[in-house]
């Protein structure tokens, strides 16, 4: 692997499909709970991945904001879980209500919890609403039999409205990378997003052997956003078959052959093979050699078109 090739270009066209199947400015579509649950996640997809498009840096700026584009790209991932969590077309009737229930649940939850932290009180019409839905929430759950097919800990816990999905150790099936992969650069994400140390050092652009440094993690942001959003568009088309016809099938050829993991398992092969090349604390005989290949990451961060 002699250079980071960026995947830039594709963003554009991600954008351009994603486009084509949002709904937001339009009446909801779906007609089932499920799609409808669907529908709003797509539609929040859809910004999120325009405004990474919009962030990506323009020709002869001179600082680009990193943690920006991590904070999106965590976004994109997050959604596109939550977006496959509902379009899982082998649930039965009874998982898929558990699912709605569970999610209207948290959202009650969490709607009270912050409107008592600013002191509204039970006597207020939205605090109402929302203790009525909760309520009705955690009685559709006790009547659900795939919610009394789980074990007494597990109701318990999830009746205190503290998850919004819950998978019983399963991942969703179209996720572009592995479990321990997905992990592993969500919390690289995190580090920037929040004023952690590791994502406070790598704006200096230092440490080039760093298998975490600025451009390394610019590559690994890029191929997050388009392996996660051309199997979050593939997945809501699987739900959404009606409104998935607005792509063609080669579009959707193609955005299968983009939502891999290729690129970042030849990236780790790669990093892992200069890590021991210059382990200069492995005890190699005659000594250690850097080997430093520099790539100008801000040209390759450009938008495509329009910069």
């Known amino acids: 692997m002699k250079d980071l090739d960026f995947r830039i270009s594709e963003i554009p066209k991600l954008v351009k499909l994603a486009d084509s199947l ?13 799609a409808l649950q669907a529908e709003e996640i797509f539609n929040k997809f859809v910004l999120h991945l325009t405004s990474f498009k919009r962030n990506l840096p323009k020709v002869n700026e001179p600082a680009i904001d990193i943690s920006v584009l991590a904070s999106i790209a965590r976004m994109i991932i997050e959604a596109h879980n939550i977006l496959c969590y509902f379009c899982e077309t082998s649930a039965s009737k009874d998982e898929m209500d558990f699912k709605i229930w569970l999610y209207i649940l948290h959202y009650s939850h969490d709607v009270l919890a912050i409107l008592k932290k600013l002191e509204f009180t039970d006597a207020d019409s939205i605090v109402s609403r929302f203790n009525m839905s909760g309520r009705m929430s955690i009685s559709c759950l006790e009547s659900n039999g795939y919610f009394k097919g789980l074990s007494e800990k597990e109701q318990k816990q999830l009746m205190l ?15 572009p990378f592995p479990k321990e992969t997905e992990e592993g650069i969500y919390k690289l994400l995190s580090n920037y997003v929040h004023s952690f140390p590791l994502g406070n ?9 760093n298998h975490l440094n600025f451009e390394n993690s610019a590559f690994v942001i890029v191929e997050v956003v388009v392996s996660y959003s051309a199997s979050a568009i593939l997945s809501y088309c699987s739900l959404r078959r009606k409104l998935g016809s607005r792509i063609p099938a080669r579009e959707k050829a193609y955005l299968k052959d983009i939502a891999t993991d290729r690129p970042i398992k030849e990236w780790l092969c790669h990093r892992r093979e200069v890590g021991i090349k210059n382990n200069m604390w492995g005890g190699l005989r005659g000594g250690f050699k850097l080997q430093v290949h520099h790539v100008n990451f801000e040209r390759r961060l450009r938008v495509v078109s329009g910069s």
């Open 201 to 209: 050092t790598m704006y200096k652009g230092a440490a080039p052997l």
């Open 22 to 34: 949002s709904t937001i400015h339009e009446y909801p579509t779906g007609s089932t709970s499920r």
């Open 161 to 175: 409205g503290h998850k919004a999905v819950y998978w019983r150790g399963q991942r969703p099936k179209r996720s």
